[in-house]
């Protein structure tokens, strides 16, 4: 059974990439370390942007089509959240650690 199977939320992942399908970003929270550059790459047939919430966040995208792919690198740490603004109910965070 998975976390999602039982209501809870995922566990973090660690890794480089997230994947946009579904209308989800997937893992919906990503932990990186300091100097890590995240790649997002749209799987969906729809466009998808990957923006920072709120004002004067790192992450600003342009519609992403599909097979596109969008890369940041995070250079100080945080909890950094970020949505889907064509679809504001995808929601997901990357958590940079040192």
Same mark, same amino acid.
């Given at each position: 059974m998975s976390p999602s199977d039982t209501g809870a939320? %995922? $566990?973090? *992942? +660690? =890794?480089? %990439? !997230? %994947?946009?399908? /579904? @209308? $989800? @970003? &997937?893992?919906?929270?990503?932990? *990186? &370390? *300091?100097? #890590? +550059? !995240? +790649?997002? %790459? /749209?799987?969906? +047939?729809? $466009?998808? #942007? !990957? #923006? &920072? #919430? =709120?004002?004067?966040g790192p992450l600003r995208s342009a519609a992403l089509a599909t097979h596109a792919t969008y890369r940041h690198t995070f250079t100080k740490p945080g909890t950094y959240a970020y949505l889907c603004t064509i679809h504001p109910f995808m929601t997901a965070k990357v958590e940079v650690t040192r």
């Open positions: 939320p %995922a $566990a973090p *992942v +660690t =890794g480089d %990439a !997230v %994947a946009i399908r /579904n @209308f $989800a @970003f &997937s893992p919906a929270t990503l932990k *990186v &370390s *300091v100097g #890590t +550059t !995240v +790649t997002w %790459a /749209n799987e969906d +047939t729809d $466009a998808h #942007t !990957v #923006t &920072s #919430t =709120g004002s004067g």
